[in-house]
């Protein structure tokens, strides 16, 4: 994927454009401007102020979220894998930068202690200044900020240390390649209580089912998680403005969640609800094909 400023020939440079070539597709955005630019060891971080979509993250080309949307993605990483654990307590968060995710998690009452682990602290520093809702919760003192490659640290934690393991990560290149890989899950599989949950953020169900969400499946199966779900969101800054999450529970079903704690939430969401999880687990005919010898 390549990432130009483009639109018509007058207003070229208001606009950024993340271009998906394998897929001849393109999503732009109309800027104000950019507000901030930061090469770190590990990637370039870029923000822009758009003009319907509030501040926007960029790494290395790929829109990392938008003010306006990133309510869905953060959501949906959290709530649907907290509200099916049956008691989480420890929380570890590989990636999430951004601290999204970290902020739903820190809604949920019975977490005890929510760790986030992402390689670069650049990402949090840009959004504390450009994205200072999502980080509230930092604060908290459940929470803990670790810069560490979330690879080393799933491979060298105790065993059984959490009851869910967020992977909230970029695209499977660069420093995130090897959060997609075998072997992570199985240090994932051994890090998580007897009763654990991993949720890892999947990519499009229509651009990439067959190059990463089936291959997901069959990597999670094999470190032994014993059912795996992808429940799936609107997103419309994502290629194809459709998105997942993917589920592995080592005991027990994805699909049974607890539905009458997620109808009671005792807090605010902008899109999760326990209808709109129990609608997320519905699987369309194409993806129930691809997946079928998957899992
Ligand atoms: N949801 C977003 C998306 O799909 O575009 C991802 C948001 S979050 C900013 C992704 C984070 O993963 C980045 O902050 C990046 O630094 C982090 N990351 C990438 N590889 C990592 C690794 N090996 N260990 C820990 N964090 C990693």
Same mark, same amino acid.
């Given at each position: 994927?390549?990432?130009?400023?483009?639109g018509d020939s007058q207003d070229q440079r208001h606009w950024?454009?993340?271009?998906?070539?394998?897929?001849?597709?393109?999503?732009?955005?109309k800027?104000?401007?950019?507000?901030?630019?930061?090469?770190? #060891? *590990?990637?370039?971080?870029?923000?822009?102020?758009?003009?319907?979509?509030?501040?926007?993250?960029?790494?290395?080309?790929?829109?990392?979220?938008?003010?306006?949307?990133?309510?869905?993605?953060?959501?949906?990483?959290?709530?649907?894998?907290?509200?099916?654990?049956?008691?989480?307590?420890?929380?570890?968060?590989?990636?999430?930068?951004?601290?999204?995710?970290?902020?739903?998690?820190?809604?949920?009452?019975?977490?005890?202690?929510?760790?986030?682990?992402?390689?670069?602290?650049?990402?949090?520093?840009?959004?504390?200044?450009?994205?200072?809702?999502?980080?509230?919760?930092?604060?908290?003192?459940?929470?803990?900020?670790?810069?560490?490659?979330?690879?080393? *640290?799933?491979?060298?934690?105790? #065993?059984?240390?959490?009851?869910?393991?967020?992977?909230?990560?970029?695209?499977?290149?660069?420093?995130?390649?090897?959060?997609?890989?075998? #072997?992570?899950?199985?240090?994932?599989?051994?890090?998580?209580?007897?009763?654990?949950?991993?949720?890892?953020?999947?990519?499009? #169900?229509?651009?990439?089912?067959?190059?990463?969400?089936?291959?997901?499946?069959?990597?999670?199966?094999?470190?032994?998680?014993?059912?795996?779900?992808?429940?799936?969101?609107?997103?419309?800054?994502?290629?194809?403005?459709?998105?997942?999450?993917?589920?592995?529970?080592?005991?027990?079903?994805?699909?049974?969640?607890?539905?009458?704690?997620?109808?009671?939430?005792?807090?605010?969401?902008?899109?999760?609800?326990?209808?709109?999880?129990?609608?997320?687990?519905?699987?369309?005919?194409?993806?129930?094909?691809?997946?079928?010898?998957?899992?």
């Amino acid at each position: 994927m390549s990432n130009t400023l483009s639109g018509d020939s007058q207003d070229q440079r208001h606009w950024f454009t993340e271009i998906h070539p394998a897929t001849g597709s393109a999503f732009s955005l109309k800027l104000h401007g950019k507000l901030h630019q930061a090469d770190s #060891p *590990w990637q370039r971080i870029a923000v822009y102020a758009t003009e319907a979509f509030g501040n926007l993250m960029v790494i290395d080309g790929y829109i990392m979220l938008s003010g306006r949307d990133n309510f869905l993605y953060h959501e949906m990483m959290a709530h649907p894998a907290l509200f099916t654990h049956p008691h989480p307590r420890r929380v570890l968060i590989i990636g999430g930068g951004d601290c999204g995710t970290l902020r739903e998690v820190l809604k949920h009452p019975a977490v005890e202690t929510a760790t986030q682990v992402d390689i670069d602290e650049a990402v949090t520093r840009a959004s504390e200044r450009y994205f200072p809702e999502l980080c509230e919760s930092n604060d908290d003192p459940r929470a803990q900020l670790c810069f560490e490659d979330g690879l080393a *640290w799933v491979k060298n934690v105790a #065993p059984a240390s959490y009851e869910v393991i967020i992977v909230d990560s970029t695209d499977p290149i660069g420093p995130a390649e090897g959060l997609f890989a075998q #072997p992570f899950f199985s240090d994932c599989h051994r890090a998580l209580s007897a009763d654990g949950l991993l949720v890892q953020q999947s990519e499009s #169900p229509l651009f990439h089912l067959e190059s990463i969400l089936a291959p997901l499946h069959r990597k999670l199966r094999t470190a032994g998680f014993a059912d795996t779900h992808t429940l799936h969101f609107p997103q419309c800054v994502y290629p194809s403005g459709w998105w997942s999450a993917t589920l592995a529970r080592k005991t027990g079903r994805v699909d049974d969640f607890r539905t009458a704690d997620a109808a009671a939430k005792p807090f605010t969401t902008d899109y999760y609800n326990a209808e709109i999880h129990r609608a997320a687990l519905a699987t369309p005919e194409f993806m129930r094909r691809a997946l079928a010898g998957a899992g």
